[in-house]
């Protein structure tokens, strides 16, 4: 009933900058707080950042300064600037949302996206 699809992964180099970008469709009635995890190899996936629907934001404190995370609630769309990349940062990043879907009762579940690999060389 719904979908979160994410791109905007990829390989670069340490210092530089990627965007996620992350784009919830299906029968939507309404999204609450959205975010991003990762996971890298060997690791347990962490909460890398969340944002509410009024658009109040948390960081893991690993990359608070050089992360932002934002949405375009009319576009069902959350996003994750990502600057000065380190090598540590490589992992698959999943895109996450609180949604209510259009169904008897309005029923809320946490949804997923496919994830997204990115690499950060040093």
């Known amino acids: 009933q719904v979908q979160l699809v994410e791109s905007g992964g990829g390989l670069v180099q340490a210092g530089g900058s990627l965007r996620l970008s992350c784009t919830a469709s299906?029968?939507?009635?309404?999204?609450?707080?959205m975010g991003w995890y990762r996971q890298a190899p060997g690791k347990q996936r962490e909460s890398v950042a969340a944002?509410?629907?009024?658009?109040?934001?948390t960081y893991t404190d690993s990359v608070k300064g050089r992360f932002t995370i934002s949405r375009d609630n009319a576009k069902n769309t959350v996003y994750l600037q990502m600057n000065s990349l380190k090598p540590e940062d490589t992992a698959v990043y999943y895109c996450?949302?609180?949604?209510?879907?259009?169904?008897?009762?309005?029923?809320?579940?946490?949804?997923w996206g496919q994830g997204t690999q990115v690499t950060v060389s040093s």
């Open positions: 996450n949302a609180d949604i209510r879907t259009i169904a008897v009762g309005l029923p809320r579940s946490d949804y």
């Open positions: 944002i509410t629907n009024g658009a109040r934001t």
């Open positions: 299906g029968r939507i009635f309404s999204i609450n707080a």
